[in-house]
């Protein structure tokens, strides 16, 4: 069974960095591009950043462009999302997402994690 497990969230101070993970198992992690998205209170989930298998493209949510930085290592079968000078409108649960395909459209991605919080205190 395929499992998506993020890590790394936590509580940052406007400004602040976190870096995610997202860590892939019973996945052939390399066949698939990965994508991160994040869902805040009351709001619907949105996309963040994406990944294509090898790495060599990305895409980027207008909102995150400059400070997210999306990458991969396919030896640990594990994405990662660097933030920095995070903003209190970056507070959500983020999620991490897998299909064949880059894509920033939620609905086509296949596989989910479960979350991780994100909280950026102003």
């Known amino acids: 069974q395929v499992q998506l497990v993020e890590s790394g969230g936590g509580l940052v101070q406007a400004g602040g960095s976190l870096r995610l993970s997202c860590a892939a198992s019973?996945?052939?992690?390399?066949?698939?591009?990965m994508a991160w998205f994040r869902q805040a209170p009351g709001k619907e989930r949105e996309f963040v950043a994406a990944i294509n298998w090898s790495g060599a493209t990305t895409y980027y949510a207008d909102s995150v462009k400059g400070r997210f930085t999306i990458s991969r290592d396919n030896a640990q079968n594990t994405v990662y999302l660097r933030m920095n000078s995070l903003k209190s409108e970056d507070t959500a649960v983020y999620y991490c997402?897998?299909?064949?395909?880059?894509?920033?459209?939620?609905?086509?991605?296949?596989?989910w994690g479960q979350g991780t919080q994100v909280t950026v205190s102003s």
């Open positions: 019973e996945l052939t992690f390399s066949m698939y591009a």
């Open positions: 997402a897998a299909r064949v395909g880059i894509s920033s459209s939620d609905s086509s991605y296949d596989y």
